[in-house]
């Protein structure tokens, strides 16, 4: 059978592997080597579900949004991540990656954030396992999260602003690599998304699926079958959306959307709709699209949105983009803000950005009214209130 899944080489069709510098590939391949034999044990499995139940609070509600539905003419559930503990899905993800290190016998994290939201959930988890954890985060996003940054503190972790490049989450990114160079042996890098050397993608899409595992079960309940029209999510390295989609991702009955940043507009030169404007090149370790100029030098991707602006994309979302599996739109920023103030309005619940570029992609699809379509808010607006009314829209 046909599937969108990783291959044993850790491609996705013509996306992925590991292309990494010598002095990494002892790391990487233990970590290959550990990854699914630690994650498939008992004691693994027991105690990522105890602490995603009792300290996260999962399962997150899927909420049915009747007064967006209306607006829409279809039912729209939204899949809560955003009530997750430290405020969106990146938390499942770093309790399973620090309790592989901690089985690796790592004594030190390392992690690169954009938004503040990975960098939170990692300082978390260590504060919690009593682990070191340094996170890197470009200046740019230090200031625009400054929130975020105080919350890593004070759980006790080093956060160090990098100053090369436009300062953001690609430069971030490139300052964790090189720490995890001159410290391969006692350090675990926790990479946030479903991007970087296989086996990080996969593994990280295996970690957040626990969302499409859940969305199985509470559709059922809800709707008495167990799947959905439409699964929508937004993407940047794509974590947020693997997790929604993995459990579905073969079912051809599911239409997937992906929401990417279009920024100031495709066109425009700001922006970090990667898959529309990507072309094949190598970043962090994966072969996958790229924004990228004819030298193949990386052009500077912009979003609004701290967590969107990274100029590649996993190599799983990219093979479905590419297969014609999902459908890509680009949301521009005033169209998310938009979106953000909408859902606000009309359900009280205020998305973060990168979750309101997901909302932007109701108003491009023609909806059946039979249609059930599974929505992710990824996380929490608390981090983009300032953001958000700086850029109220016109008609408020």
């Known amino acids: 059978m046909k599937t969108y899944q990783v291959d044993k080489n850790g491609f996705y069709g013509n996306f992925g592997g590991a292309y990494i510098p010598e002095i990494l ?42 007064r967006l539905s209306d607006k829409y003419g279809c039912k729209i559930y939204l899949k809560r991540e955003d009530l997750n503990h430290t405020g969106a899905h990146k938390i499942n993800n770093a309790i399973g990656q620090v309790l592989l290190a901690r089985r690796m016998g790592k004594k030190r994290i390392i992690a690169e954030t954009g938004a503040g939201q990975h960098g939170v959930a990692t300082a978390t988890v260590c504060a919690l396992m009593d682990m070191e954890c340094i996170v890197y985060m470009g200046k740019t996003d230090v200031e625009r999260q400054h929130i975020n940054v105080e919350k890593m503190k004070m759980l006790g972790a080093t956060v160090r602003p990098v100053t090369s490049g436009n300062m953001t989450l690609k430069d971030a990114t490139n300052e964790a690599i090189r720490d995890w160079c001159c410290h391969p042996d006692d350090t675990y890098y926790l990479i946030g998304s479903t991007v970087g050397p296989h086996p990080y993608p996969d593994m990280v899409a295996r970690l957040q699926s626990v969302i499409s595992e859940e969305i199985r079960k509470q559709l059922l309940e809800h ?8 699964l929508i999510a937004c993407v940047g390295g794509g974590s947020n959306a693997a997790g929604t989609i993995y459990h579905y991702i073969d079912d051809e009955r599911v239409k997937i959307v992906l929401a990417e940043a279009g920024g100031k507009g495709i066109h425009s030169g700001m922006s970090a709709a990667t898959i529309q404007l990507g072309r094949l090149g190598i970043i962090h370790g994966s072969k996958t699209l790229l924004i990228q100029d004819e030298d193949g ?25 590419a297969q014609h599996r999902a459908t890509v739109l680009a949301i ?18 205020i998305p973060a950005l990168e979750s309101a570029h997901a909302l932007g992609a109701l108003s491009k699809i023609k909806f059946k009214p039979s249609d059930i379509v599974v929505l992710t808010v990824s996380g929490r607006g608390d981090k983009d209130i300032e953001t958000y009314l700086d850029n109220q829209p016109y008609n408020d």
């Not at 709707?223 to 439409?230: A, F, I, K, L, Q």
């Not at 030098?297 to 093979?319: C, F, R, T, V």
């Open 25 to 66: 590939h002892q790391c990487v391949q233990n970590l290959k080597n550990a990854y699914l034999k630690v994650m498939e044990t008992e004691e693994f499995k027991q105690e990522f579900a105890q602490l995603l139940r009792d300290y996260v609070g999962r399962p997150s509600p899927l909420y049915l949004a009747k």
């Open 223 to 230: 709707e008495m079958r167990d799947y959905p029209d439409y």
């Open 297 to 321: 030098q990386i052009i500077e991707p912009y979003s609004i949105s701290a967590g969107l602006d990274y100029p590649g994309i996993g190599p799983m979302h990219a093979n479905l983009a």
């Open 332 to 349: 521009n920023d005033d169209e998310a803000i938009s979106a953000a103030y909408e859902l606000t309005r009309l359900e009280g619940i």
